[in-house]
């Protein structure tokens, strides 16, 4: 009985010490997590954000686009919510940008690295496993032409913004070339010859009619 006794009490002992060691363990590890830097995060409006010129050259609707600024550490990163389009074959990706109401106001062409990822739902996910429609988080660092899928990125995070041809200045030089230049005709024919055709075709008029005249005389009979 003593033994059975001396064995409960030192199974429970072991127990007791192993959970207070795993406590010990767990609450160290909280404090270690809780000491390590954290970037402070705020938002401001989208008023505040100074724009890259050629960002507002090539999209004059970005700050209209803007739903927010978030500011990482002190530098602002405009926020953006853009519908996914498709995926091209040169790895290209199109994305509809739209303003806090949900209008549309204008794509965007992307080409983001092998590795990039975009954050679905809070879970990193590939563009290429992008079904079109979803909607998805883009960030422009304040003063920088580029766009990243997440505040706080490095350079090296910066998705490669493809530009875009004018589809009217496509389309004009080939309009242009298949259609053939219209010359106006000339309201009179031009006088390339002198009168003198229409002088011979008077005299082989007569000629004949003299003919005609003098065989009608000839083979005519008296009359009775």
């Known amino acids: 009985m003593n033994t059975r006794l001396n064995a409960f009490v030192m199974t429970s002992a072991a127990l007791l010490l192993g959970l207070t ?10 404090k270690l997590a809780s000491d390590m830097p954290k970037p ?8 505040e954000v100074d724009w890259h010129r050629d960002i507002l050259r090539d999209y004059p609707w970005v700050s209209n686009a803007c739903h927010e600024a978030v500011v990482v550490d002190g530098e602002k990163w405009a926020r953006f919510e853009a519908e996914f ?22 794509s965007v062409s992307l080409k983001p690295g092998p590795n990039q990822r975009v954050l679905l739902d809070g879970e990193p996910t590939r563009f290429s496993d992008l079904r079109r429609g ?91």
């Not at 060691?21 to 909280?30: L, P, Y």
């Not at 402070?40 to 008023?47: A, G, I, K, L, P």
């Not at 739209?98 to 106001?105: I, Q, T």
Request: hydrophobic share 35%.
């Open 21 to 30: 060691w795993t406590g010990s363990i767990m609450a160290q590890e909280q």
């Open 134 to 224: 979803q909607m998805l988080n883009f960030y422009v660092p304040e003063g920088v032409y580029g766009f990243t899928t997440e505040p706080g990125a490095t350079d090296d995070q910066l998705v490669d913004i493809v530009p875009t041809e004018d589809p009217e200045a496509t389309e004009s030089p080939r309009m242009a070339q298949a259609e053939p230049e219209r010359t106006q005709r000339p309201a009179r024919l031009p006088a390339t010859a002198g009168p003198l055709p229409i002088i011979a075709l008077g005299g082989l008029l007569s000629l004949l009619g003299g003919a005609t005249l003098t065989m009608r005389r000839r083979f005519k009979k008296p009359n009775a």
């Open 40 to 47: 402070q995060t705020d938002r401001v409006s989208c008023e």
């Open 85 to 106: 389009q498709r995926l091209n074959r040169d790895g290209t990706i199109v994305s509809n940008f739209k303003n806090d109401r949900g209008r549309s106001l204008g």
